[in-house]
């Protein structure tokens, strides 16, 4: 099996790219449904934020999963490859590891050291987890990631300068008019991103803040904690003039607003310039607002390098970090190498147990006379005997799985102590229960085949054939 992660980012692709290529979350569970069910897929997670989109993913063939891969990717958003397969990268193995480490711990994003990432990566593992897309691999190396992210935040001081997106946002805004003092600002969105850039502002000395939503009772949540003006999102069109700079965050699939809206309320306002700033993927605002005259918009790839003087001591610390992920990433390689050992050694323990249980069997037979007490004892005795002759085998074997030829300590492993039929005999249960939970869950149950039509006959043939 071989890990690989496809994605773009705002490194790879620009905005008006990357906002074709955005899940809603909504549609996230039946992507998740139709990725798992690609080719050569056997587990995946769907990582969707404003600044990328990555598709982790199990794979058995890893160098055809990348065609795989990008035809779901031309599938589900409708759009011939040659238009973005320059904008993707792929990682495969150790690079895509390093990459999901990189990334939770804020290595990756365009504010180093963010904790927004941290959360939006534990949420879509565990949405993942949710509808059945993850398995062995992506729930040990998803947990790892979180764990190290956390850790990399509280033994490292990567935090504590004050840089994020809605950071960059009102740092712009200050660099147009040196301070917030007598300014208005409209805050488009009632989300994290928005909670943020509220207390940024008023950290920065604003006090007249219009929060719009299209919910106005989540506006009004808002608003609330900080003082500010609730509006709909008519109310604010109507005000728009009022407003020196608007800053928009929200989930919204089309423009809150157009070109026209904009033009209106810059003719409202006396030749006074309008700032926009646009940090929504997909984006809130027309990109054709740029060519009103006074109004100067600016999108999330413009905070790029706002916040440099900030970035110099994260960098410092995100050294740090990296020989934590250099360190977790051993780890994951050890687990990993280890795994395939599993079903040997528990081969082993079955086939231990089933002739200590013969045994017994046998010495009740042969001594009919022993009491309960007696019985017990020599089960336990007999039973550590077996448990102590496996114990060094056990261990070298786990030894030689991390090693250069583990593959040929593990055949021979089988032929010494003849595991083959127990191998093959959890193999078939293993098998067999995968099949009955597909039947189930294509299904509902064997019942329900008689239900759509079925006769006896097909049902019967229906279950058999999946279960071989």
């Known amino acids: 099996m071989h890990i690989v992660v496809v994605g773009l980012n705002y490194r790879t692709a620009p905005v008006e790219v990357r906002e074709r290529f955005t899940f809603s979350e909504r549609d996230l569970p039946e992507a998740l449904k139709q990725l798992q069910h690609t080719k050569s897929i056997m587990e995946c997670v769907i990582v969707a934020t404003c600044n990328r989109t990555e598709l982790y993913a199990v794979v058995d063939r890893p160098h055809l999963c990348g065609h795989y891969i990008r035809h779901f990717m031309e599938q589900?958003?409708?759009?011939?490859?040659?238009?973005?397969?320059?904008?993707?990268?792929?990682?495969?193995d150790d690079k895509a590891i390093e990459h999901l480490f990189r990334v939770t711990c804020g290595?990756?994003?365009m504010v180093i050291g963010e904790t927004q990432i941290l959360g939006q990566?534990?949420?879509?593992?565990?949405?993942?987890?949710?509808?059945?897309?993850?398995?062995t691999m992506f729930n040990m190396l998803f947990k790892q990631a979180v764990t190290l992210a956390k850790r990399a935040h509280s033994e490292t001081s990567i935090g504590e300068t004050a840089v994020s997106v809605s950071y960059a946002a009102v740092e712009l805004g200050k660099r147009i008019f040196g301070h917030f003092?007598?300014?208005?600002?409209?805050?488009?969105?009632?989300?994290?991103?928005?909670?943020?850039?509220?207390?940024?502002?008023?950290?920065?000395?604003?006090?007249?803040?219009?929060?719009?939503?299209?919910?106005?009772?989540?506006?009004?949540?808002?608003?609330?904690?900080?003082?500010?003006?609730?509006?709909?999102?008519?109310?604010?069109?109507?005000?728009?003039?009022?407003?020196?700079?608007?800053?928009?965050?929200?989930?919204?699939?089309?423009?809150?607003?157009?070109?026209?809206?904009?033009?209106?309320?810059i003719g409202r306002r006396k030749s006074r310039p309008l700032f926009m700033i646009d940090i929504a993927v997909p984006r809130d605002l027309d990109p054709a607002i740029a060519s009103v005259e006074n109004v100067f918009l600016y999108d999330i790839d413009d905070l790029e390098g706002i916040v440099e003087s900030n970035l110099e001591q994260r960098r410092v610390e995100a050294a740090k970090i990296e020989t934590f992920i250099t360190a977790e990433l051993d780890l994951f390689r050890q687990w990993y190498k280890t795994l395939g050992v599993a079903p040997l050694i528990r081969a082993l323990q079955d086939k231990a147990a089933a002739i200590h249980e013969e045994t017994m069997d046998s010495l009740t037979n042969k001594l009919p006379d022993l009491d309960d007490r007696e019985r017990k004892i020599i089960r336990k005795l007999t039973k550590s005997i077996v448990n102590q002759m496996m114990h060094d085998p056990i261990l070298r074997i786990k030894e030689l799985a991390s090693e250069k030829h583990a593959d040929d300590a593990m055949d021979?492993?089988?032929?010494?102590?003849?595991?083959?039929?127990?191998?093959?005999?959890?193999?078939?249960?293993?098998?067999?229960?995968?099949?009955?939970?597909?039947?189930?869950?294509?299904?509902g149950s064997a019942s329900s085949l008689f239900e759509k039509g079925l006769n006896v006959n097909a049902a019967v043939n229906t279950i058999a054939a999946a279960t071989t």
């Open 121 to 135: 990566i534990k949420n879509a593992f565990m949405l993942a987890q949710e509808h059945k897309t993850t398995g």
């Open 412 to 443: 021979m492993f089988v032929k010494l102590f003849a595991l083959e039929e127990t191998l093959a005999q959890a193999k078939q249960q293993e098998r067999t229960v995968v099949a009955k939970e597909e039947l189930s869950s294509e299904s």
């Open 76 to 92: 589900w958003f409708g759009l011939p490859r040659q238009q973005f397969t320059n904008d993707l990268y792929m990682y495969e």
């Open 107 to 109: 290595l990756d994003s």
């Open 181 to 265: 003092g007598g300014k208005t600002v409209m805050i488009i969105g009632a989300g994290k991103m928005s909670e943020l850039t509220a207390k940024h502002l008023y950290a920065n000395g604003v006090n007249r803040v219009f929060v719009v939503n299209r919910t106005y009772e989540r506006a009004a949540q808002l608003a609330d904690k900080f003082n500010g003006i609730p509006l709909s999102m008519e109310e604010a069109i109507h005000r728009l003039h009022e407003t020196d700079i608007v800053i928009s965050s929200t989930g919204s699939d089309g423009y809150v607003l157009s070109r026209e809206q904009a033009a209106e309320a």
